[in-house]
């Protein structure tokens, strides 16, 4: 069975410092990656995702993340965090094949940039 | 462009009562729909899936149950309301094919509260 962990219940970070918010997964054959970013009150919205290719991954508002096959990685990073930033991010993982695949998010991390 | 659409936006309802969530989309024919519960402002629990009119699948033996009676529209439903019903109820929708169309779109959420 497919699993994703996000090992950081909360991540704090200064405005204009660089953040990562750390993903782990497991997948049988090769992963489908996403993250997503959810406000409050607010259903969740896209950010970016990995299938193949590069392992660097750029998205929405300045984030990327980096897939690491050889530790089951992807994590979610930005050079520079800003206040608007601080959000509950999801990471998620779905397993890359034919047809409906079920995909599985994590607990979520909350990234807090302090002013 | 496609929209997803949800109400009501906010439920209070006493235990036993019934309920009804909806669920549109707009702008996109035979997508995959998704029910997820979020508690806590937390993880992501998936309670039903669509690939077409009739067609549910679900994940999680429950006090709920769906339906789909039109290609855009998905029917959270309840005849008795339990305390632990209450959450924040998400819909999503991906397009259908094949796997590089799993990036889920979300609705704004509704937030029921069973007193």
């Known amino acids: 069975a497919q699993s994703v962990a996000q090992p950081e219940d909360q991540v704090n970070v200064a405005e204009g410092n660089p953040l990562t918010v750390k993903c782990t997964y497991s997948v049988s054959g090769n992963p489908y990656l996403f993250w997503y970013v959810q406000y409050p009150n607010r259903g969740l919205q896209f950010l970016l995702k990995y299938i193949t290719g590069d392992n660097l991954v750029k998205g929405s508002y300045g984030f990327e993340a980096e897939f690491n096959k050889s530790q089951t990685s992807f994590h979610l990073k930005k050079p520079s965090a800003l206040v608007s930033d601080s959000a509950l991010y999801f990471c998620a993982v779905s397993p890359l094949s034919g047809g409906y695949q079920k995909v599985t998010f994590g607990t979520g991390t909350k990234l807090q940039v302090i002013p | 462009s496609q929209t997803i659409h949800q109400w009501p936006a906010t439920l209070v309802q006493p235990v036993g009562s019934p309920l009804s969530l909806e669920c549109t989309v707009e702008?996109?024919?035979?997508?995959?729909l998704y029910w997820y519960r979020q508690a806590a402002g937390r993880g992501l629990q998936l309670l039903f899936y669509?690939?077409?009119?009739?067609?549910i699948s679900s994940e999680v033996p429950q006090n709920l149950s769906a339906s789909r009676p039109q290609d855009r529209q998905f029917i959270l439903s309840s005849k008795k309301l339990l305390l632990s019903d209450s959450g924040f109820y998400l819909c999503?929708?991906?397009?259908?094919?094949?796997?590089?169309?799993?990036?889920?779109?979300f609705g704004p959420g509704t937030r029921l509260t069973v007193l």
């Open positions: 669509s690939v077409g009119i009739g067609q």
């Open positions: 999503a929708w991906t397009t259908s094919g094949g796997p590089y169309t799993d990036t889920q779109y």
């Open positions: 702008g996109t024919s035979n997508p995959n």
